[in-house]
């Protein structure tokens, strides 16, 4: 799978924003785009093995097996989120047009479901990037929380209080909160059984599509 046919599938799921614009003042009025840090890192797509695409997208999108306790087995292994018992911090994005906020919010019924109390969620302002890498140097946009209990997602965002600035400090109080102790970086790359074999991030990037 082209890295660059995946940005345009991406890109088609909000055309007005993501492909019509520029259309207009690129192809019809002759205008260079604006310099933009994100969009050209996001155009630095990554190409993807093809049958593994496949069974990403029914899966994961079209069938929605992931939730479904042991419909899915992964390298031998029948995969069940549910016995996840580590508390979940789940973050969304308002604006997310690939990964819609209601869906992530959905995950809190499935991870951790012995102590969903523990889990965190937090909805963020703006879109899929945007939204996620909104370092709270720069104290832009604003976010949402709410620490009540509620039955849905529009009941959790009718009852949620927005907030100034970055989420990450809500992600940095959980960590503290449930991370344990800070331990020092690896000095050394991989261990007796799993060895480094070449530096990041890695030939397959690399590699060109046909």
């Given amino acids: 799978m082209a890295g660059r046919d995946l940005a345009s599938t991406f890109s088609s799921l909000r055309p007005n924003d993501l492909v019509w614009n520029y259309v207009q003042s690129n192809y019809l009025k002759g205008n260079d785009p604006a310099a933009f840090d994100l969009l050209y890192w996001n155009a630095d797509s990554t190409n993807l093995p093809g049958p593994m695409f496949c069974w990403y997208l029914r899966n994961t999108y079209l069938e929605n097996s992931l939730k479904e306790p042991g419909r899915l087995t992964v390298a031998g292994e029948k995969v069940d989120l549910t016995k996840i018992d580590a508390p ?16 992530a919010y959905a995950s809190l019924d499935i991870l951790n479901p012995g102590n969903r109390a523990a889990n965190r969620f937090v909805l963020g302002a ?15 946009r604003n976010y949402w929380v709410n620490d009540g209990a509620a039955s849905d997602a529009q009941a959790w965002l009718d009852g949620a209080t927005e907030q100034p600035g970055s989420w990450w400090p809500q992600w ?3 960590l503290a909160e449930h991370g344990g102790k800070d331990v020092k970086a690896r000095a050394k790359l991989g261990n007796a059984q799993y060895k480094p074999f070449e530096a990041a991030p890695g030939r397959y990037v690399k590699e060109k599509a046909d």
């Fill in 88 to 103: 979940a911090f789940v973050y969304g994005s308002r604006d997310d047009h690939i990964v819609p906020w209601t869906s």
């Fill in 126 to 140: 703006s879109g899929h990037i945007a939204g996620v890498i909104n370092s709270p140097a720069k104290n832009k």
């Fill in 172 to 174: 940095g109080a959980f």
